[in-house]
């Protein structure tokens, strides 16, 4: 850190205002100790048995006297005490600096950071800390800007999702309620699309509900129970048989293992994965193959992995795609009724079973990634997050 000429200026002044004041100290010290030897013969005689006791070479040659030996004490104390009081002063114009620092990032600068790099540990500390709390204001002012534009997205979208089918269904009953048709053929019409489009509305409405309910996760029961993961995979692709049928597409389960138990919530895990089975169907229907799989990784953890060879997902997206109300592709969102709350929820639900979810993406598969405890009181740690730390550190 580079002080001003001012502040120079004031060291310089405080070591000579200091050093005066330590010249008059010592002189009146050797003043009060003169008068007291002089007046007092026993301690006069004492000091010059000792001068004549002490002598060097053969000339015995006398090389000190009481006041050269406390001039030399006063010297070295005198030089230490204007040191202390510099390096003090010195480390108070530190920390003013970094005060007004503070106070400028403080005042909307916050793209700004201390640029100091000091000597002493603890304020070199202290302004790494500043910088990091800073960096992690912004982050989350930077969060919550994206969060409150994706909710507005969420909102349009979700208006536009009502009020797409509330039009068709008032349009098609106030057919009804008009007489407005000509055969049964056309009241069961129009009353197979109002319930139809009612549908979707509901599916909207329970995704919302879903999302709200496993989001917060303080006030979220968990049913905690040993489930056979195998056998669950194998139970949701017999589920599936008529989207499988519709779409054309092939739903494999394949548990790599026989017996991968775990301690879950059954009801909570099969919202999740059936989320990732949906999104598979809905958006890698231009594939031909679904595979659902779990793995032993180890004794205290295992992955369940919903994969289909679809097209891949841009690399760009891959980050995101977790994130609340995000869409990879509002368009084509759009016709295939999502919400993109669906990897929310799927989210949601590993966080309250303490795992962490992965996904990758190429032209063969894309692969959702569920990592889970063994034991729900184990928590798993995601590797690719905590890299991100330690790299923000």
């Known amino acids: ?18 050093l005066i004041l330590l010249i008059i100290v010592n002189l009146a010290i050797l003043v009060i100790m003169n008068d007291t030897i002089q007046d007092n013969p026993g301690i006069r005689s004492g000091i010059f048995i000792i001068k004549q006791s002490v002598a060097i070479g053969p000339m015995h040659l006398k090389i000190w006297s009481w006041a050269n030996i406390f001039m030399f004490i006063f010297a070295t104390f005198d030089v230490f005490v204007i040191y202390w009081r510099l390096l003090r002063r010195y480390h108070q114009m530190q920390t003013t600096h970094i005060i007004k620092e503070v106070h400028y990032i403080a005042a ?7 640029p100091f790099e000091l000597k002493n540990d603890q304020q070199q500390k202290f302004i790494s800390s500043i910088n990091a709390l800073v960096d992690s204001v912004i982050a989350s002012m930077d969060e919550e800007r994206n969060l409150e534009k994706s909710k507005d997205e969420m909102i349009a979208n979700v208006s536009h999702d009502i009020r797409t089918p509330l039009t068709s269904i008032i349009g098609y009953l106030s057919l009804l309620e008009n007489k407005q048709y000509h055969s049964m053929e056309e009241v069961l019409k129009y009353t197979h699309v109002a319930f139809v489009k009612s549908k979707q509305m509901k599916e909207l409405a329970d995704d919302l509900f879903e999302y709200t309910k496993v989001s917060h996760t303080t006030s979220t029961p968990f049913n905690k129970t040993i489930i056979n993961v195998g056998d669950m995979l194998d139970q949701m692709a017999v589920s599936f048989e ?19 138990k775990i301690e879950a919530d059954p009801e909570k895990l099969a919202r999740a994965i059936n989320n990732l089975i949906t999104n598979a169907f809905k958006y890698g229907n231009d594939g031909h193959n679904i595979f659902l799989s779990c793995h032993k990784v180890s004794d205290k953890e295992i992955t ?5 060879d679809g097209n891949k997902i841009p690399k760009e997206s891959l980050n995101k795609l977790f994130n609340r109300f995000y869409r990879v592709d509002s368009s084509r969102n759009t016709k295939t009724g999502g919400t993109g709350l669906g990897l929310a929820i799927v989210q949601s639900v590993v966080d309250l079973h303490n795992g962490y ?5 190429n032209d063969e598969l894309t692969s959702f990634i569920i990592h889970l405890p063994i034991n729900h009181k184990d928590k798993l740690i995601d ?5 991100k730390i330690n790299s923000n550190n």
């Open 242 to 260: 008529w989207e499988t049928v519709n779409n054309k597409m092939n739903l494999i389960s394949n548990s790599k293992e026989n017996d991968v």
């Open 357 to 361: 979810t992965d996904v990758t993406s």
């Open 108 to 114: 909307g600068h916050f793209d700004h950071r201390i």
């Open 1 to 18: 850190m580079k002080l001003t000429t001012r502040e120079k200026m004031t060291l310089v002044g405080e070591g000579i205002i200091t």
């Open 383 to 387: 590797p690719n997050r905590l890299a």
């Open 304 to 308: 369940i992995t919903v994969a289909n």
